[in-house]
């Protein structure tokens, strides 16, 4: 069980790449999320899925896109890439059923710097 | 919306000494509390979670918080500290009928020898 997998690990783009971090989980998880984490603002929601087909907005979801077409995979895409979106990004998945395994468990992350 | 405050953003400590990491929320709902921690360069780790029953939850390595819904805290405390326990932890709240988790900002914790 590798959990919830991201890659890159480290990724440096020029203002106007665009890319797409990937994330993965092999818990069979209906929920994923991308989070965006920056210094002395926690953890950030930018965009989340509650199953294949079905996406939604999170706090932040400006310049970012997502799309979730099978039940493991839930990549981020960045269509221009700024600035303000170097940060460290972090993928989650959890299952939707029941109250006890609300335990939402994160990737390793991908630290983006864009300049 | 729920909210969460991490009253501290730094709390240096020596080694075997106690530490207490604060966490306040808002929310016009029942909800779920979280700590997540954060080793140097990792991603976050589940430390403890409050879904309902006893109002103090204990984690394996010695952390304990305690839910307390009429001052809306949710304080983790530990009575020892290690060089290891070093790292960022993060106060979460989730709605009970929902999957959305909000952040406090974190508190770095630095042991000292």
């Known amino acids: 069980n590798a959990g919830v997998t991201q890659t890159p690990k480290f990724q440096v783009l020029k203002t106007g790449q665009s890319m797409t971090l990937q994330c993965a989980q092999d818990?069979?998880?209906?929920?994923m999320s991308w989070y965006r984490q920056d210094p002395g603002m926690g953890l950030r929601l930018i965009h989340y899925?509650?199953?294949?087909?079905?996406?939604d907005q999170g706090e932040v979801p400006n310049g970012y896109n997502v799309s979730r077409s099978t039940t493991e995979d839930f990549p981020l895409r960045l269509l221009s890439a700024a600035p303000s979106q170097t940060s460290v990004y972090f993928c989650a998945s959890k299952t939707l059923a029941g109250a006890y395994t609300d335990t939402q468990y994160f990737g390793p992350g991908t630290r983006l710097t864009v300049l | 919306a729920q909210s969460v405050t991490q009253l501290d953003s730094q709390v240096p400590v020596f080694e075997e000494a106690p530490v207490e990491l604060r966490c306040n929320y808002s929310s016009s709902v029942s909800v779920y509390l979280f700590w997540y921690v954060q080793y140097p360069n990792q991603g976050l780790q589940l430390l403890l979670k409050?879904?309902?029953?006893?109002?103090l939850v204990e984690s394996i390595n010695g952390f304990e918080a305690e839910f307390n819904k009429s001052q809306t805290s949710f304080h983790l405390r530990k009575p020892s500290v290690h060089i290891s326990d070093t790292a960022e932890y993060f106060c979460?709240?989730?709605?009970?009928?929902?999957?959305?988790?909000?952040f406090g900002g974190g508190t770095r914790v630095l042991v000292k020898p």
């Open positions: 899925s509650v199953g294949a087909g079905i996406t």
């Open positions: 818990m069979n998880h209906e929920y």
């Open positions: 979460a709240v989730q709605k009970a009928a929902g999957n959305k988790l909000t």
């Open positions: 409050y879904l309902s029953g006893s109002t």
